[in-house]
């Protein structure tokens, strides 16, 4: 029996007549070594393999020759390589207490902003009674709503805010972690020294700002948004010590500046929340929804 080669691609064979052929004259398909049919070949000259079929059915051929190979043209722009790549998924680790109060201080973060604000606007109306006192008597159900308003917000704020400082602080821990593990490195600082730069009255007025400059460094966008923060915070710590002072204070028009001097120190500490949020979501490459953040691709056209 004479020798044939076996097509890679359409599994014609083609006898061999003379030297062995290379492309099959049907699909220009690889041919692969001769071989005797019904002949068992030793697995060191066999560079193809056995397939079982059932009996009576034939190997599926290519009809026609191949296509020619032509530059491709699209209808539309082309989005390989040009889509970031999917995060790498976390699900399967095991999330440290540290992990679970960082996820925490985008909400407490939240809440914080809105008590502010809500302690903003009852100091606000509370100088609005006090204006119109001057001349009409207010009733003492206003006077309630207005007493209300400023204690609920008094109260919840600044409990809502340390809870969510130290979610804070356990947010910047992580990221710290994960920026300099991404350079195969360890965080110079110890969790221990930015708790306490961080937590610490007056020592948190520097460190905090400095902690993030270090997280910052290779995020030319988030280092200006750092400095506005840090501003803000010094002018909110500030703010406050005036405040507390200036409570001393007894007169009736000492009082009234009083009000107004809360209302401030309420809409910075409000604006302090909200920056700390923005600043956690450009680290993490979010928008403030927390959404992904859809990245401006720039391509040179000829």
Do not use: K
Not at 86 to 91: G, I, R, T, V
Not at 137 to 156: E, R
Not at 220 to 244: D, N
């Amino acid at each position: 029996m004479s020798a044939v080669q076996v097509c890679v691609r359409c599994a014609a064979r083609w006898p061999v007549v003379g030297a062995p052929a290379q492309w099959c004259p049907g699909c220009r398909g690889v041919l692969l070594s001769p071989t005797v049919p019904g002949r068992l070949e030793p697995a060191a000259r066999r560079n193809f393999r056995w397939i079982a079929r059932r009996p009576g059915t034939t190997p599926r051929a290519i009809a026609g020759p191949a296509a020619p190979d032509t530059t491709p043209r699209y209808l539309q722009m082309p989005r390989w390589g040009l889509a970031d790549p999917a995060p790498e998924s976390d699900e399967g680790a095991l999330q440290t207490r540290t992990q679970r109060l960082a996820e925490l201080a985008p909400t407490l973060l939240g809440a914080t902003a809105v008590l502010f604000l809500l302690g903003a606007a009852g100091e606000l109306f509370r100088y609005v009674v006090l204006l119109r006192n001057r001349t009409t008597l207010i009733s003492p159900t206003v006077l309630a709503v207005s007493d209300a308003v400023v204690f609920t917000a008094g109260v919840l704020a600044p409990l809502v805010a340390f809870a969510a400082a130290a979610a804070s602080v356990a947010w910047l821990l992580e990221a710290r972690r994960t920026t300099w593990r991404r350079v195969g490195r360890a965080d110079p600082r110890s969790a221990v020294a930015v708790a306490f730069g961080c937590l610490v009255p007056v020592v948190n007025l520097v460190w905090p700002g400095v902690f993030l400059t270090e997280l910052a460094r290779d995020e030319p966008g988030v280092r200006p948004l750092v400095r506005w923060w840090w501003a803000t915070w010094v002018a909110g710590g500030v703010l406050l010590v005036v405040s507390l002072v200036w409570r001393s204070h007894d007169s009736l028009q000492a009082r009234a500046n009083g009000v107004v001097l809360a209302m401030v120190v309420d809409v910075v500490a409000a604006a302090v929340a909200v920056l700390t949020l923005l600043v956690m979501r450009r680290v993490d490459r979010l928008d403030l929804a927390g959404r992904p953040r859809a990245r401006t691709r720039w391509m040179v056209a000829a």
